[in-house]
């Protein structure tokens, strides 16, 4: 099993459309979770951290179940500009070093 | 706003050769991070750097690869005889002192190995 796992994708879906991400990581230990962005061929920049109470900010929505190793992200009313990769990340710490372990991402196209 | 910054943007070399990634990290920030994602594929963690020293190596980074911080600016990731698989995008990051900090992401530099 992959130690993170994501919708394939791609997604296309009209201006204004919600679109929601699913995402299961395989390790229990997992701490921190993450949604990052990624544009293309650009650096992968923080979206929104994941907490179990779930948490919004604006358009976005993000959820999380640690009994099913389960993470999501909504986004509402779709912009043009919100068009890129949508990567589902997960921080494993062990004895106080951590990494980042991503997935490979769901790429997503805004159709006007 | 403070950020990762890395140098060059792009680097093409002979296979063979031996190359330096060089990346700035955040003034304060006490870890550093370097990753790499070959085209078309997933963002992989190679390597951890904390207090000096590496803490952390996935086992992509093998005897090849070494890691240096060596004026208390820079951070830079040395690939001693670079291969063809070795083309990729490598991105520095680095993170302040609190556990729940975010890693910031460098631009990235895109090796072409020949």
């Known amino acids: 099993r992959k130690e993170v796992e994501q919708d394939p994708g791609p997604f296309n879906v009209p201006e204004g459309a919600t679109v929601a991400f699913n995402c299961t990581y395989s390790?229990?230990?997992?701490?921190?979770f993450f949604w990052y962005r990624q544009d293309c061929r650009k650096e992968p920049k923080l979206l929104m951290s994941?907490?179990?109470s779930g948490n919004e900010d604006g358009r976005f929505t993000a959820q999380l179940n640690r009994a099913s190793q389960y993470i999501s992200l909504l986004i509402r009313d779709s912009k043009l500009s919100d068009s890129a990769t949508y990567l589902c990340v997960v921080n494993t710490p062990n004895f106080g070093n951590e990494k980042l372990t991503f997935g490979t991402g769901t790429r997503l196209t805004i159709i006007p | 706003e403070p950020e990762v910054t890395q140098t060059p943007s792009h680097q093409v070399t002979q296979m063979g050769q031996e190359v330096i990634l060089r990346c700035v990290p955040i003034?304060?920030?006490?870890?550093f991070y370097w990753y790499r994602q070959i085209l078309g594929q997933k963002v992989e963690f190679l390597v951890s750097?904390?207090?000096?020293?590496?803490?952390?190596k996935s086992e992509i980074f093998d005897d090849q690869f070494s890691v240096e911080r060596p004026d208390g600016s820079n951070f830079t990731l040395k690939i001693r005889s670079t291969k063809l698989e070795d083309s990729a995008m490598y991105f520095c990051a680095s993170k302040g002192g609190d556990s729940y900090n975010e890693q910031f992401f460098g631009p990235g530099t895109r090796l072409t190995v020949l």
């Open positions: 003034s304060n920030h006490l870890y």
């Open positions: 750097f904390y207090n000096n020293e590496i803490s952390e």
């Open positions: 994941v907490y179990s």
């Open positions: 390790n229990s230990a997992s701490q921190s």
